[in-house]
């Protein structure tokens, strides 16, 4: 079972051509600086197919490996941010299935944790663990 993030911004005036612009240039920024190429990174849907009244939404699907985990997520999240600053007069949602991500002034979009290098080392570290089990005949993720 994967687990995704979701954004979606909402307002009743379409993008402009030089909003459009930025937020392209933010996706291309983004998508190159993204640290795999065998991960998905910042997905932003076709805007023709979108809703009336949504003017960007996405998802990303989150890596099984446990050792990409937090740099994705603090990637796609930093992504966000960013657009959510090239659009702010938008009305933005942006959650982890059923876990909603709340909007810092300051710091933008985060999780707890996501930057601490301790826990993604940890995180690294359960997913060997899991991956020299399994090639031992047992499916497990640690002790």
């Not at 030089?18 to 993204?34: G, I, K, L, N, Y």
């Not at 007069?89 to 876990?99: F, G, I, K, P, S």
Request: avoid cysteine; aromatic fraction near 8%; glycine fraction near 8%.
């Amino acid at each position: 079972m994967s687990v995704s993030l979701y954004y979606t911004a909402r307002r009743t005036t379409p993008l402009s051509g030089p909003e459009s612009a930025a937020v392209a240039r933010v996706v291309a920024a983004r998508r190159t600086s993204f640290p795999y190429e065998d991960e998905e990174g910042l997905y932003v849907y076709d805007p023709r197919t979108a809703e009336p009244g949504t003017v960007l939404d996405g998802s990303t699907k989150m890596p099984f490996d446990l050792g990409r985990l937090m740099p994705v997520i603090a990637h796609v999240l930093d992504s966000v941010t960013e657009l959510r600053r090239t659009l702010p007069d938008a009305e933005w949602h942006v959650h982890m299935d059923d876990l909603d991500v709340e909007w810092d002034g300051t710091k933008g979009y985060e999780l707890p944790g996501m930057r601490d290098a301790d826990l993604a080392a940890a995180f690294a570290e359960e997913d060997r663990e899991g991956v020299e089990d399994a090639s031992d005949g047992r499916a497990t993720l640690g002790p």
